[in-house]
Nanobody, 118 residues
Framework: QVQLVESGGGLVQPGGFLRLSCYGS????????KGWYRQGPGEQRSLVAT???????TYADSVKGRFTISRDNARNTVDLQMNNLKPEDTAVYYC????????????WGQGTQVTVSS
């Protein structure tokens, strides 16, 4: 069974930074598209950033220039470096892995809370 295990959330002041990490327990997801999504209070889950095996990235407009997604295919990890954090970045962040062609193969982490507040 595939598990995605997240770490790195917490409380940070506006303007601060955090780094989220996600580890895939199975080598079967090593070549999947990996990404981060978030769900704020009273909001639907939305895309933050994705990265393909070859390193092609996409970002939500709200995080461009502040967040950077990266992956290590050998270690089966995906990270999200978040800089210049704003209160509106407060959300539960979820790691995602999905097959690039077969949509039925998709996995989610349990979520990690990020709170930006002074």
């Amino acid at each position: 069974q595939v598990q995605l295990v997240e770490s790195g959330g917490g409380l940070v002041q506006p303007g601060g930074f955090l780094r989220l990490s996600c580890y895939g327990s199975s080598s079967s997801v090593r070549t999947y598209v990996k990404g981060w999504y978030r769900q704020g209070p009273g909001e639907q889950r939305s895309l933050v950033a994705t990265i393909t095996t070859s390193g092609t990235t996409t970002y939500a407009d709200s995080v461009k220039g502040r967040f950077t997604i990266s992956r290590d295919n050998a270690r089966n990890t995906v990270d999200l470096q978040m800089n210049n954090l704003k209160p509106e970045d407060t959300a539960v962040y979820y790691c995602n892995a999905h097959h690039p062609l077969l949509g039925q193969f998709e996995y989610w982490g349990q979520g990690t809370q990020v709170t930006v507040s002074s």
